[in-house]
DNA sequence: GTTAGCACTCACCAATATCGACTGCTAATT
DNA sequence: AATTAGCAGTCGATATTGGTGAGTGCTAAC
C-alpha cells in the first residue's frame, strides 16, 4: 500500500506537468511514455481511477484523458511540486531593478511590471502600509481664490494631498503661512494620535483666518484618518489574452475583478503565509466567481518599517507553472523588501 | 446629381448606423426595411456600389452585406454623425464626481473610471502638465542611513519624490536641516530655470555636511529636469473583453499597446484638436499596427496653469458609436476643466 | 498488485449537401 | 437619366454524415 501510495502521487506530479505543458487532458498511454513509470497504460489506469474517486483529477468527457482538479493543484502545490530556481538572467533583470529606482512609486511600477515579464502573467503589489509614520511637514497651496491643496509628507516618505474648497477667499500668502502653523505644531505628531488638536491650532493664527485654519485643520484630521486608501498597483493584463494563456471568454470578467481593487484586497489580506513565506489559492479558493479559473499566487513583502506587511503576487490560470511562479513571486518579494529597507 | 449625393450620404449613415449596433455586414434590403429611404433596393444597390468605388464602404466577401471602412467611419465622423447629448442620469453622475473630489489623483482616477463607465469602453487620461510651476518646498527624508528621499512640492500642488543613495551616512536632522536650506534657498524659483545654483547652495553648509548636499541638489536638479514623466491612467480595459465589444483575439495586442504607455502617449500628442474640440483617429490613422482595429476620440482638458493641455479620450472598436462616445468625452473633459481650475 | 485484451464511448475532422442572404447585370419603366 | 423589377450566380454559414482514434472500464489471467 505505501509502495502503491507514492506512485500515485508520481501519477498526479505526471498528470500536472503534462497538462501544464500541453493544455490537454492526458491518458493513460502518454503518461507511461513521457515518464518512465514502469509500468504498463493499464496500472496507470487503475491508478487514475483511484485518483478520480479521491477527487483529484477528473475527465472532462467520457473518452478524454484526465485533467487536475482544483483539489488536485493544491496537493501538488503542498507536496509534490519543486521550485524551480531563478536563472541568471531573471536574477540579473532584478539587479538591475535595483539600480534604476529613484522614485519609490517607480520602484513598485517597475517590480511589478518585472514579475509580470517573469511569469508571464498578470502581476499585482499592494502598495506598502506604514504604520509607525509621523507627521514630518504640512504645506497649503493655492488653486484658485476658494481653492487650495493640502499636502502632508509623513516620516516614511509617503505624501498625501487632498483639496479643500475654502469658506472664503484666502491669499496664497495666507495659505503658506497655516501650513507653516501646522508643520510647526504638528511635528513629529504620530500619525496615529488622533484628533489633532484643531482647537489650538485654530486660536494660533489671527481672526481673519480661523475660518481657513478650521477647514485645513479638518482636511488634516481627515487624511490621517484614512490614511491613503490601499491601492493595487498592477501590470501585464495583457497576458491574460496571450494566445498560450487560453483563458477564453473568462478574461472579461477577470479583468472585472482585477480593476475592481477591492476584490483582489480583500483576497491578498486574507492570504495567510505559510512556511515557506508563501501564500496560494487555487480555483475555488479564492471564493470569487470570476476568478474560478484562475489561482492566485502570493508573497509578502517588507517596506522598512515594521507594521502590517504588504503583499505582491501574480494571478494567472489554474494551469499555470507553479515551480517558477512560486519561485518568481518569492525571489520578487524578497528583492524588494531588501531595495525598500536598505541601500 | 446633388440629390443623389445626398441619398448616398444617406446611405453611408444608415450603413454605419446600423453596423454599429448589429456589428453584422449590412445589405440593401434591410437597409430600406429599417430606414425609411423611399427607393427600391435596387437603387441603393446602385449607391453602395458608388460608394465602394469611392473607397468609403467593403464587402467582407462576395455575398454579404457591407461594412465600413476606416474611410467612411472618417467621413461619417466629419461630416454626418450627430452628438448625442448626455442623459440627465450622465449629468448627474459628473455632479457627483465633482462633489467628493478631494485628492487630485484621486480625482484623475475617478475620471477615467467615469469615462470608461459612460461609454462601456477603455478610458485614458494623461496626467496635467505644468508649465508655469515654482518650487514650494523641498524636505529631505531618512530611509535608511545610507538611503534619502528627496521630495519636491511645486506651486502647482504637484509632489515629485526620488530616492538618492548618500555617499556617506547622515544623520536625520542633518537631511532635515539640508532641505530646509534647499527650500529657503529655492523658495520661489521657477521649475524650469536650470540648472540650480548647487556650488552656492554646498558651500552655504558646514563642511561635514556638503558632499550630501551635492547629492540631494543634483537630485533636485534631475528632478526638476525630467518633470514627472508624463503618465497615463486607464480604466475600463474589462470592457475590451466584454461580450458585446468582439475585438477577438486582437485584444492581446491592444492591451500590450495600451500598458505600453509610450504608444498611447505619443498619439495623444499627435492629436490636434478640431473645432469641434475633439480629435478621432480612426484605424490606421492611429499609425499602430496593434490599434488598426480600434478608434481613438480625444480632448483635450485644462488644468488651471495655462500650459500643454493634456488630455482625455476613450479607446473601442473603430465599430463603435462615435456620437455617444463623441458628447461623453467632450463633457467629461470640460467638466474636468471646471474642477480642476475652479471650486 | 499487475497486466493483457476487448468492447464501447465520444470528441474531432473532413466531406458533402442545403440554405439563404446578397450582389451585379440587364432590360423595362418613369 | 434615374429608378426599378427580375434573375442568375456567388459564397459563407449550418447541418448531416461517416470514419478515425484516443482513451476508458471491465474482466480474466498472471
Not at 42 to 68: F, K
Not at 88 to 117: C, F, G, K, S
Not at 128 to 135: E, F, G, L, V
Given at each position: 500500500?505505501?509502495?502503491?501510495?507514492?506512485?500515485?502521487?508520481?501519477?498526479?506530479?505526471?498528470?500536472?506537468?503534462?497538462?501544464?505543458?500541453?493544455?490537454?487532458?492526458?491518458?493513460?498511454?502518454?503518461?507511461?511514455?513521457?515518464?518512465?513509470?514502469?509500468?504498463?497504460?493499464?496500472?496507470?489506469?487503475?491508478?487514475?481511477?483511484?485518483?478520480?474517486?479521491?477527487?483529484?483529477?477528473?475527465?472532462?468527457?467520457?473518452?478524454?484523458?484526465?485533467?487536475?482538479?482544483?483539489?488536485?493543484?493544491?496537493?501538488?502545490?503542498?507536496?509534490?511540486?519543486?521550485?524551480r530556481p531563478l536563472t541568471r538572467a531573471e536574477r540579473r533583470a532584478m539587479e538591475i531593478l535595483a539600480?534604476?529606482?529613484?522614485?519609490?512609486?517607480?520602484?513598485?511600477?517597475?517590480?511589478?511590471?518585472?514579475?509580470?515579464?517573469?511569469?508571464?502573467?498578470?502581476?499585482?503589489?499592494?502598495?506598502?502600509?506604514?504604520?509607525?509614520?509621523?507627521?514630518?511637514?504640512?504645506?497649503?497651496?493655492?488653486?484658485?481664490?476658494?481653492?487650495?491643496?493640502?499636502?502632508?509628507?509623513?516620516?516614511?516618505?509617503?505624501?498625501?494631498?487632498?483639496?479643500?474648497?475654502?469658506?472664503?477667499?484666502?491669499?496664497?500668502?495666507?495659505?503658506?503661512?497655516?501650513?507653516?502653523?501646522?508643520?510647526?505644531?504638528?511635528?513629529?505628531?504620530?500619525?496615529?494620535?488622533?484628533?489633532?488638536?484643531?482647537?489650538?491650532?485654530?486660536?494660533?493664527?489671527?481672526?481673519?483666518?480661523?475660518?481657513?485654519?478650521?477647514?485645513?485643520?479638518?482636511?488634516?484630521?481627515?487624511?490621517?484618518?484614512?490614511?491613503?486608501v490601499d491601492r493595487i498597483i498592477m501590470a501585464g493584463t495583457a497576458n491574460l489574452a496571450k494566445s498560450?494563456?487560453?483563458?477564453?471568454?473568462?478574461?472579461?470578467?477577470?479583468?472585472?475583478?482585477?480593476?475592481?481593487?477591492?476584490?483582489?484586497?480583500?483576497?491578498?489580506?486574507?492570504?495567510?503565509?505559510?512556511?515557506?513565506?508563501?501564500?496560494?489559492?487555487?480555483?475555488?479558493?479564492?471564493?470569487?466567481?470570476?476568478?474560478?479559473?484562475?489561482?492566485?499566487?502570493?508573497?509578502?513583502?517588507?517596506?522598512?518599517?515594521?507594521?502590517?506587511?504588504?503583499?505582491?503576487?501574480?494571478?494567472?490560470?489554474?494551469?499555470?507553472?507553479?515551480?517558477?511562479?512560486?519561485?518568481?513571486?518569492?525571489?520578487?518579494?524578497?528583492?524588494?523588501?531588501?531595495?525598500?529597507?536598505?541601500?
Amino acid at each position: 500500500m505505501p509502495d502503491n501510495n507514492t506512485r500515485r502521487l508520481q501519477v498526479l506530479r505526471a498528470i500536472v506537468e503534462d497538462y501544464v505543458h500541453t493544455r490537454e487532458p492526458v491518458g493513460s498511454k502518454a503518461l507511461v511514455e513521457r515518464h518512465n513509470l514502469e509500468v504498463s497504460p493499464a496500472t496507470i489506469r487503475n491508478d487514475m481511477a483511484q485518483l478520480e474517486e479521491d477527487g483529484l483529477i477528473a475527465a472532462p468527457h467520457t473518452s478524454a484523458g484526465r485533467i487536475p482538479t482544483d483539489l488536485g493543484y493544491r496537493l501538488f502545490v503542498d507536496r509534490i511540486s519543486e521550485v524551480r530556481p531563478l536563472t541568471r538572467a531573471e536574477r540579473r533583470a532584478m539587479e538591475i531593478l535595483a539600480e534604476t529606482a529613484d522614485d519609490p512609486e517607480a520602484v513598485l511600477e517597475q517590480t511589478v511590471r518585472l514579475l509580470a515579464m517573469l511569469t508571464n502573467q498578470v502581476a499585482v503589489i499592494q502598495h506598502p502600509q506604514y504604520s509607525s509614520a509621523k507627521i514630518r511637514h504640512i504645506d497649503v497651496v493655492s488653486l484658485s481664490p476658494q481653492k487650495a491643496l493640502v499636502i502632508l509628507i509623513l516620516s516614511t516618505g509617503k505624501v498625501e494631498q487632498r483639496m479643500v474648497t475654502l469658506a472664503q477667499p484666502a491669499a496664497e500668502d495666507d495659505l503658506h503661512r497655516i501650513g507653516q502653523k501646522l508643520s510647526e505644531q504638528l511635528h513629529s505628531r504620530s500619525a496615529s494620535a488622533l484628533p489633532i488638536p484643531v482647537d489650538s491650532l485654530i486660536s494660533s493664527v489671527e481672526p481673519a483666518l480661523q475660518t481657513t485654519m478650521a477647514v485645513v485643520g479638518n482636511a488634516v484630521t481627515s487624511m490621517l484618518e484614512s490614511g491613503r486608501v490601499d491601492r493595487i498597483i498592477m501590470a501585464g493584463t495583457a497576458n491574460l489574452a496571450k494566445s498560450g494563456g487560453d483563458l477564453g471568454p473568462a478574461i472579461g470578467p477577470i479583468l472585472e475583478a482585477l480593476e475592481e481593487q477591492v476584490v483582489m484586497l480583500r483576497l491578498l489580506h486574507e492570504m495567510q503565509q505559510d512556511q515557506r513565506g508563501l501564500s496560494v489559492r487555487i480555483g475555488q479558493e479564492t471564493s470569487h466567481k470570476s476568478l474560478q479559473e484562475t489561482a492566485v499566487v502570493a508573497a509578502e513583502y517588507a517596506s522598512g518599517e515594521t507594521g502590517a506587511g504588504a503583499k505582491l503576487g501574480v494571478v494567472g490560470p489554474t494551469r499555470m507553472d507553479y515551480g517558477t511562479t512560486m519561485s518568481a513571486v518569492r525571489a520578487m518579494a524578497r528583492y524588494l523588501s531588501r531595495i525598500l529597507s536598505e541601500g
